[in-house]
């Protein structure tokens, strides 16, 4: 295409590994953008070359003063400008969300130029249930910060989705099993590169596999989601009922013995008036 862009901030996907992964319409903004924000100037250079766009970069992270996102926001009325992450989709465990919600504040059109991303890459070969996940990125360095949050997670009904690097995945994985369980779980490494890898099992048997090996490259690990919970049957609803009902009313034994069981409160109360009689 050719003219100019309309002007805004264009968030613009960019290949995770293969270059070949980058859209038409990515290659085309990259071209025509008056100014292209970019982590590393030198990893996007190369991405331009590729694309065969000669356009002015310009360093950008969350940690640029306000004072330099705010000229940025100035020019984005009469100028179109590219944001791009080193690779994926930019404000995914990467810089670009203090910018985009200033310049949302400011009136201006910021436009998606959707592509490449390592989390949903890794999900779509993982095998695991899809329909629900929640992306959690990297977790904390420090091991007690890192359990607490893994704790935090633990109860979630959807798998798991986490960013880790070489070095820290053993660990990571070790404290994944303490504090999710024997779940199954993918680690998958260098996603549309040469030596692209996916690795299945349970998270012990990953945490062994990775003890004392640190693989190289960007790492995605995703984590199934907790087993279904068997219901209570009626029998231990009864005793929990009968117990609860000689201290409390049906209506407070029910709410009681629902939160203890985990159960819908309408069974509960049905079973304590019945129980009650």
Sequence with gaps: MTGELAP???????????????????????????????????????????????????????????????????????KAVAL??????????????????????????????????AAIAALSIAGLPSDRFLFAGFLPAKAKARADAIAELAGVRATLVFYESGPRLGESLAAMSDGLGEREAVVARELTKLHEECVTGTLADLAARYDSTAPKGEIVIVVAPP??????????????????????????????????????????????LERAK
Aim: proline share 6%.
């Design 8 to 78: 805004g901030l264009y968030v613009v996907a960019t290949p995770i590994g293969n270059l070949g992964d980058l859209s038409p319409r990515a290659a085309d903004v990259l071209r025509r953008a008056e100014l292209i924000l970019a982590e590393d100037t030198r990893v996007t250079g190369k991405l331009l070359a590729h694309a065969g766009a000669k356009r002015p970069l310009q360093r950008y992270d969350d940690h640029a003063e306000a004072r330099g996102r705010e000229a940025i926001v100035a020019r984005l009325g009469s």
């Design 84 to 117: 791009v992450s080193d690779a994926g989709t930019p404000l995914i465990s990467d810089p670009g969300y203090k910018l985009v919600r200033d310049a949302r504040a400011a009136g201006h059109k910021v436009f998606a130029v959707p592509g490449p991303s």
């Design 227 to 272: 087993a279904a919970a068997s219901e209570a049957s009626d029998d231990a609803l009864d005793a929990a009922l009968d117990e609860a009902l000689a201290r409390l009313s049906p209506s407070r034994a029910a709410a009681e013995v629902a939160e203890l069981l985990n159960i819908p409160r309408k069974r509960a109360y049905a079973r304590a």
